[in-house]
């Protein structure tokens, strides 16, 4: 199982999207500094946005979330996020 996530950085608001099998070590890293798109804000929120079952469908969601309308969605979920908590 692949897991689709979303990062929020809390100061800035920068976002990242990304999907890995091992979502507890990938956080881990990148609150760690270890991944260079996201060294630089350590502090966020994650959220998982979606699940695959292959590494192409991952690849794949991962791509449509980077494209602009996933982007689109994406400011919907979080404004749905912001609204219930």
Known sequence: MYYIYFLIDKNNDRTYVGFTADLKKRIKEHRD????????????????????????????????????????????????IKSSG
């Open 33 to 80: 500094g270890k991944i260079k798109s996201t060294k630089k804000f350590r502090n966020f929120k994650g959220y998982v946005i979606g699940r695959a079952s292959s590494i192409e469908k991952a690849r794949q969601k991962e791509k449509y979330y980077k494209s602009h309308a996933g982007r689109r969605k994406l400011r919907v979920i979080l404004e749905n």
